[in-house]
Nanobody, 126 residues
Framework: QEQLVESGGGSVQAGGSLRLSCTAP????????MEWFRQAAGGSYREWVS????????NFAAAVKGRFTFSKAEVKDTVYLQMNSLRPDDTGMYYC???????????????????WGQGTQVTVSS
């Protein structure tokens, strides 16, 4: 199975913006949804950030709502997480993950993956 690939991270000052990309093979053809997670350095868990459902709806964690947007790219199998008004507490490694389509159950769902990509590092300085 081809790997998820996150990119677009970097170092910015507080108030700055970044756009993260995620390429997930099969995302378009399997009508998957997508989620972003982040993990702080030294942290023990990955915090949910946002969901883009297969029906186009988006949801965001309270900490990022109003500052982040999540959209599909025109490029196949690619999504964007636009992050504005970045804060130091947004710092972390960001990961994407495909999820099942809304209202669809299928055994061996190709959207459900056990693996993670390498992530992309976001560092926000004050």
């Amino acid at each position: 199975q081809e790997q998820l690939v996150e990119s677009g991270g970097g170092s910015v000052q507080a108030g700055g913006s970044l756009r993260l990309s995620c390429t997930a093979p099969g995302f378009t053809s399997n009508a998957c949804g997508m989620e972003w997670f982040r993990q702080a350095a030294g942290g023990s868990y990955r915090e949910w950030v946002s969901t883009l459902s297969s029906d186009g709806t988006t949801n965001f964690a309270a900490a990022v709502k109003g500052r982040f947007t999540f959209s599909k790219a025109e490029v196949k199998d690619t999504v964007y997480l636009q992050m504005n008004s970045l804060r130091p507490d947004d710092t972390g490694m960001y990961y994407c993950k495909t999820i099942s389509p809304v209202g669809v159950y299928r055994p061996h769902d190709p959207c459900v993956r056990a693996d993670w990509g390498q992530g992309t590092q976001v560092t926000v300085s004050s």
